[in-house]
């Protein structure tokens, strides 16, 4: 089994009385995408320089690929890539050459460089721009840019802080894209904050939520919704009248029970056996056309985390 990419153990950082992070604890295995959630303040961002090595933590431990915070921050940064508040693209300069600047900061060996610059922007979609300057491009396409710019060096690590925050919808779904074919091709370990819940749904296969500065749960996003929220059905169909309901309503399974416009929900208590639930509906007199055992979004765990911690 390979060691993991990051591993945390009650990591803490104070600044003056203000306890920012307090005692993370968890592990990312390699190649895995994780999504670091929680609300504005919550301690994302200082947590992830304290995972560069930019912070120093009060206490607590961490390794990076191997490679401590506190006293190898140069390493970690080496091997790291890292898009946050700002792109790090040179909007004077065009495509080409600000992935030219970095792959020589890099010191990429020449020919290695200009074969890595035109695989990144043909893969980002941007190779028949690649000589125009950044300056007039959108913030998709800077994005894209600059996601480039962060793997250039093959990092088997890259720290992503809200990468899709302020795209429209096709700039967005691209961005995704590319994370996607990052860690499936290219065997990069993602750690990504971000607001949107569906986002994080769809890419991560573990997410962390905090929330001042603790970790108040983990798992996948299904594990969290499965542990969260009890089961429903929803049904669609006709006859869910009044009296119907009440009788479905008496079962000792049913948690709750609602109807509009020709649409069920059915709150059940535990992993019940839905079929008997569904019997017992049409044998009250609806006349029942689907059924679907719904599950709680990833967005609806996080509120429901939220107003618990409150």
Request: aromatic share 4%; hydrophobic share 45%; with cysteine.
């Amino acid at each position: 089994m390979s060691a993991p990419a990051i591993s945390i153990d009650r990591l803490t950082r104070d600044f003056g009385t203000l306890r920012a992070v307090d005692q993370l604890s968890f592990e990312v295995p390699a190649g895995a995408i994780i999504g670091f959630l929680g609300p504005n303040g919550s301690g994302k961002t200082t947590t992830i320089k304290l995972l560069l090595g930019l912070l120093e933590p009060t206490a607590g431990s961490a390794t990076i690929l191997g490679f401590d915070v506190r006293t190898q921050g140069a390493e970690i940064r080496e091997r790291t890539g890292a898009v946050l508040e700002h792109t790090g693209v040179y909007e004077q300069l065009s495509a080409e050459d600000n992935l030219e600047f970095y792959g020589r900061v890099w010191r990429l060996p020449a020919d290695e460089r200009r074969s890595r610059i035109r695989t990144l922007l043909t893969a980002m979609d941007l190779w028949d721009r690649r000589r125009e300057k950044a300056e007039g491009w959108s913030r998709g396409m800077l994005q894209r840019l600059a996601l480039a710019r962060a793997i250039l060096h093959r990092p088997a690590l890259l720290f992503l802080d809200e990468p899709t925050a302020g795209l429209d919808v096709m700039a967005a779904t691209a961005v995704r894209e590319d994370l996607e074919r990052l860690a499936r091709t290219e065997g990069v370990t993602i750690f990504l904050t971000t607001h949107n819940m569906t986002e994080a749904e769809r890419l991560c296969s573990t997410v962390v939520v905090i929330r001042k500065g603790r970790v108040v749960a983990s798992g996948s996003p299904a594990a969290l919704s499965a542990q969260r929220t009890a089961p429903r059905l929803e049904i669609t169909g006709r006859g869910f009248g009044a009296e119907v309901l009440e009788r479905v309503r008496r079962l000792p399974e049913v948690a709750g029970i609602a109807s509009a416009d020709g649409h069920c929900s059915i709150d059940l208590r535990g992993s019940v056996d839905a079929a008997g639930v569904v019997r017992a509906l049409v044998e009250a007199g609806a006349e029942v056309d689907e059924v679907v055992r719904a599950k709680a979004s990833l967005e609806e765990v996080f509120l429901t985390l939220m107003q618990e911690e409150r």
